[in-house]
């Protein structure tokens, strides 16, 4: 049978003046106790509750004050509960509540740690906290077991809330605000959280490190400094249905870390919606990444996502894979940016199959030296301004069913780059439909390009273009065009339309099995340009015959020096 202790500052019958001395009588009984505390503010010393005991406030929440100048309030060993309770401590480095083992309940509780830590849960205990509140201090699970549910963790000092030293804990349907560094952090540990609101972290709103292995569902991010989600040195775990709002990061994984992420939002956060670097990997299924201030999805450093069945609307670059990075992309559209849809740059690989691009300046764009590939499949480039495909440095590029429509120029190849593009159509360009300039190659086989306002393909500088089984159709000026001592290969071509030719060509270039009812006219080499005769108007000057001279050019100084001499004729010379 329970024994009730009453305690009321003003005394009374039966009631203690203070709640240290109905915590001593009942572990005197040694039976359970449940004390009830008249409303008032108590400074106490270190309450030690041991047993199965059960500490109630009457009155009004907030009505009960319980503080100490210094250290610990409650130092809690056994089955104890706290209810309504305000609990106030200063440098309490082991707590304001201190559980050092069994199993505690705070509910409807507000602990106000300044300059420590609100809750302290140790190895081997469990905590169940419901409907609280905890300000400034963090809450530390360590080696021990927890549930959090309806709670609110308000301008923490450190980590809000830390799981750490392999110990489990759920949160639901909480709040964090204000944390000066994570809003939950787990470390070594386990973690689930579901329908909680994190805002206003000066670091990483929910951060996984360390193995961790975070789980984190229908959850809101919001007006974070820096990442709302971060997975990091090999943490694992998945996020579903999360929205993130005005984050640097949406998520940052990195250093072998792999999550799982479905059906996530990730709206205008200010440098990356999903950044992977370092050997992170991930999984990014169904989630929409909107108006990021940088890049929507960024691998870079060693970084290989796997995204799939995703969308990217509005901001600058789409999908950006550089600095070795690697990444496979699925089902995915892009669109509405300011800058380029898909890059890969220096010594990065990526693969991307059925992509949809639209309204964007540039499709694809690859850069870097021949460790750069990319691989675009089954993929779709609409209303671009300047270039479907640009390919440049020693990249290499590969396009396979790729349409490009309405745009200025559909494929193209430069400097010492190589673009091959099977199966793939261009339509509808102001431009051409396909271009290589400098030392690039260019390889086409069943290329269509209809409607180019000027030529079907075209090959200027010393670039090489190799076309098989394609067609050019109604392109306005000329179906293929060779400039400069470019060079190259068609065969099994047609060209058809009103054009002014089929081909013009500069005579380094193979027609085999061209068809076409249109002229192909040979290009005259341009005349050499006339000797140009130079004029110095820096030199010395002579005014009469000089035998003997010496001439310095190009330095700082020159001397300039004449000898005369006489002949027999005394003429001198």
Not at 120 to 139: E, K, M, N, Y
Not at 171 to 192: E, P, T
Not at 397 to 405: D, E, P, W
Not at 430 to 449: C, E
Request: glycine share 12%; net charge negative.
């Amino acid at each position: 049978m329970v024994k009730k202790y009453v305690v009321s500052p003003h005394g009374g019958r039966g009631a203690h003046p203070d709640i240290a001395s109905a915590l001593r009588a009942a572990a005197a009984r040694g039976r359970a106790a449940r004390v009830e505390i008249a409303p008032g503010h108590y400074e106490e010393e270190r309450l030690a509750v041991r047993g199965e005991v059960e500490l109630i406030a009457l009155g009004e929440p907030g009505s009960v004050v319980v503080s100490r100048p210094r250290g610990t309030v409650l130092d809690v060993l056994g089955s104890v509960a706290v209810r309504g309770l305000v609990l106030v401590g200063r440098n309490a480095d082991a707590g304001v509540v201190d559980c050092q083992g069994g199993a505690l309940l705070l509910d409807g509780v507000e602990v106000r740690a300044h300059d420590g830590v609100c809750v302290h849960v140790r190895p081997h205990a469990a905590a169940t906290l419901t409907a609280s509140q905890f300000r400034f201090g963090r809450v530390v699970f360590a080696g021990s077991a927890g549930h959090i549910e309806r709670c609110r963790f308000a301008d923490s000092a450190n980590n809000a809330l830390a799981v750490i030293e392999s110990a489990r804990v759920t949160m639901r349907a909480s709040r964090v605000d204000g944390a000066r560094i994570h809003g939950v952090r787990v470390s070594d540990a386990w973690a689930h959280l579901a329908g909680c609101e994190v805002t206003g972290t000066e670091k990483a709103a929910l951060m996984a490190d360390t193995r961790a292995e975070l789980t984190v569902e229908d959850c809101r991010v919001d007006a974070v400094h820096m990442a709302a989600l971060a997975f990091v040195e090999q943490s694992r775990g998945s996020v579903r249905g999360t929205r993130v709002t005005d984050a640097e990061n949406g998520i940052l994984v990195a250093s072998g870390a792999d999550p799982s992420v479905h059906g996530c939002v990730f709206a205008d956060c200010r440098d990356t919606g999903v950044h992977v670097q370092d050997a992170g990997r991930g999984t990014f299924e169904d989630c929409e990444i909107l108006g990021a201030g940088n890049i929507g999805v960024l691998s870079t450093g060693g970084g290989a996502p796997r995204v799939t069945g995703c969308r990217v609307t509005g901001g600058n670059v789409g999908i950006a894979v550089t600095d070795k990075a690697r990444g496979r992309f699925t089902r995915t559209a892009v669109l509405d940016l300011t800058g380029v849809a898909l890059r890969v740059w220096d010594e990065s690989k990526a693969v991307f199959e059925q992509i949809r691009v639209e309204r964007c300046p540039f499709g694809l764009e690859t850069r870097g030296n021949g460790g750069t590939t990319a691989e675009l499949t089954d993929s779709t480039i609409h209303d671009f301004d300047m270039a479907a495909v640009a390919v440049v440095g020693q990249s290499r590029a590969t396009l396979k069913g790729v349409s490009a429509q309405r745009g200025l120029l559909g494929f193209s190849a430069g400097e010492e780059a190589q673009l091959h593009a099977h199966d793939c159509a261009v339509s509808a360009v102001t431009t051409g439909g396909a271009l290589a300039h400098g030392t690039a190659r260019l390889v086409v086989a069943n290329l269509r390009v209809s409607d180019a306002q000027s030529f079907g393909v075209c090959v200027t500088g010393s670039a090489y273009l190799d076309v098989a089984h394609s067609r050019f159709d109604d392109c306005a000026a000329t179906g293929m065009r060779f400039d400069g001592s470019g060079g190259g290969r068609l065969v099994e071509c047609s060209v058809t339309g009103t054009g002014v030719t089929a081909v013009q060509h500069n005579g380094r270039v193979d027609l085999t099995t061209l068809r076409t009812t249109l002229p192909v006219v040979r290009i005259a080499e341009p005349a050499a340009a006339p000797t140009s005769v130079v004029n110095n108007y820096y030199g010395p000057v002579f005014h009469q015959a000089v035998h003997h001279a010496q001439l310095a050019w190009n330095n700082s100084s020159v001397v300039q020096q004449q000898t005369n001499h006489s002949d027999e004729d005394g003429v001198g010379r």
